[in-house]
């Protein structure tokens, strides 16, 4: 099937949501066109809303746009990409662990909401004295980090790494956005877990991703919770 794939997606070094799709089709070669939509102060008449607004009612980043097909939620989009290509094996093989994996990433799209608001993806900063009052602070982001470092030690112990389930997969990319808050955050994790950071961080498409984001050097005050202002320079 011939596909024309457009990603539209928001500014690298803040969109978690948009990371997801980028970096697993960059990373098995999924040929699309890249639609940065700049993120702005949201109103209704904003042109970020006003862009998005018209390919879908929810008005948010990502969507994937396949011809006259839509698709606007991560999830949907890697699903969707997985049933196009199948050449790609995004999903393990295996019928369990391919269960699992998409028990983790659902549990990844609709929790951590604690780890997620203390802690927003921000790539270009360094901040682990956040990461540190953050965890001293509130429990619930100590347990999201616990329930990451368990779920991640589990996987990579049962499937024996590198990556999560063995090799690489939709699931790596849908974590990819919680490594680089570990990395931002200096957030403390088991040796185990430290060697999957690395490894996400060398994968093909998250490299390419954080490359990108450091390049941007468009910083918005909104986005930037910890800093007075925006950085004149990464």
């Not at 700049?38 to 008449?45: E, Q, S, V």
């Not at 290509?85 to 393990?92: A, R, Y």
């Not at 790494?161 to 699931?171: D, T």
């Amino acid at each position: 099937m011939n596909h024309n794939l457009k990603l539209y997606i928001g500014n690298k070094n803040y969109s978690s949501w948009s990371m997801r799709p980028w970096v697993l089709m960059k990373q098995v070669d999924i040929a699309f066109d890249e639609v940065m939509v700049r993120f702005d102060d949201f109103t209704p008449d904003s042109h970020f809303k006003q862009t998005m607004g018209k390919l879908s009612a929810s008005a948010r980043v990502p969507v994937l746009v396949d011809r006259d097909l839509v698709i606007w939620d991560s999830l949907a989009i890697v699903e969707y990409l997985a049933e196009q290509f199948p050449e790609h094996s995004l999903w393990p093989e295996d019928r369990e662990a391919r269960a699992r994996a998409r028990s983790v990433c659902a549990e990844m799209h609709s929790g951590f909401g604690a780890l997620r608001s203390a802690c927003p993806m921000n790539i270009e900063a360094s901040l682990p004295e956040i990461g540190a009052l953050a965890l001293r602070d509130k429990a619930a982001v100590r347990n999201d980090l616990a329930r990451i470092e368990q779920m991640w030690s589990s996987l990579l112990a049962r499937f024996g790494g590198p990556m999560l389930f063995g090799r690489y997969s939709i699931a790596d990319a849908y974590f990819a956005p919680v490594v680089m808050r570990i990395r931002t955050y200096g957030l403390p994790v088991s040796a185990l877990v430290a060697d999957y950071l690395d490894e996400s961080l060398s994968s093909k498409g998250v490299a390419a991703w954080v490359g990108d984001a450091l390049a941007e050097n468009d910083f918005r005050d909104f986005e930037e919770p910890y800093r007075l202002k925006p950085r004149s320079s990464a």
